[in-house]
T-cell receptor, first 113, second 115 residues
Framework: GEDVEQSLFLSVREGDSSVINCTYT??????LYWYKQEPGAGLQLLTY?????DMKQDQRLTVLLNKKDKHLSLRIADTQTGDSAIYFC?????????????FGAGTRLFVKA | GAGVSQSPSNKVTEKGKDVELRCDPI?????LYWYRQSLGQGLEFLIY????????KSGLPSDRFSAERTGGSVSTLTIQRTQQEDSAVYLC?????????????FGSGTQLSVL
């Protein structure tokens, strides 16, 4: 089925690293995404990775992709209280009608000062 | 406009009434999505448009839900005979697809409360 799976909660201390994990469904997905949602707001694209890459680094963010296991992770280094939000993993699925983007349930990250 | 605009931002209605939710995508974006986010739940795909056509309506929960898009721009999501379980935040997103890379830009959502 079409299911992107994530754990629902993660709690870390300020300054520690956070690792948010995701498993996706379609091995043919060419792009995988991480979105961030702050309270009362819509989602905002954080980063994405092309499927022929294993890793992408962007400042404090590191994305790791394991295509064999269909596993995606987002690591946030030196986590700050401002990183508290819901993080969504997403993939784009192809079908006869074109393709569409589906999301996981989101991981709520709590950062303790 | 500068971003995706949704209206109203909040809607309170009585059970059984019809509601219309509007989405103004970023100018020139060809793809438009509707998602639903219930309290404590993830993002539920409802429907997406490529131009004015909707290749995938599989996420619409029942025949009380419908959506249209005109002129390749504004979209309206209509819920008829609303039920309490329809209460949620309805999010719209638009995208300027480049190949298979789809970066979605989201509006702030419409909070629908059905009493």
């Amino acid at each position: 089925g079409e299911d992107v799976e994530q754990s629902l909660f993660l709690s870390v201390r300020e300054g520690d690293s956070s690792v948010i994990n995701c498993t996706y469904t379609d091995s043919s997905s060419t792009y995988l995404y991480w979105y961030k949602q702050e309270p009362g707001a819509g989602l905002q694209l954080l980063t994405y990775i092309f499927s022929n890459m294993d890793m992408k680094q962007d400042q404090r963010l590191t994305v790791l992709l394991n295509k064999k296991d269909k596993h995606l992770s987002l690591r946030i280094a030196d986590t700050q209280t401002g990183d508290s939000a819901i993080y969504f993993c997403a993939e784009t699925l192809g079908n006869t009608g074109g393709f569409k983007t589906i999301f996981g349930a989101g991981t709520r990250l709590f950062v303790k000062a | 406009g500068a971003g995706v605009s949704q209206s109203p931002s909040n809607k309170v209605t009585e059970k059984g009434k019809d509601v219309e939710l509007r989405c103004d995508p970023i100018s020139g974006h060809t793809a438009l999505y509707w998602y639903r986010q219930s309290l404590g739940q993830g993002l539920e795909f409802l429907i997406y448009f490529q131009g004015n056509s909707a290749p995938d309506k599989s996420g619409l929960p029942s025949d009380r839900f419908s959506a249209e898009r005109t002129g390749g721009s504004v979209s309206t999501l209509t819920i008829q005979r609303t039920q309490q379980e329809d209460s949620a935040v309805y999010l719209c997103a638009s995208s300027d697809r480049i190949g298979t890379n789809e970066k979605l830009f989201f509006g702030s959502g419409t909070q629908l409360s059905v009493l």
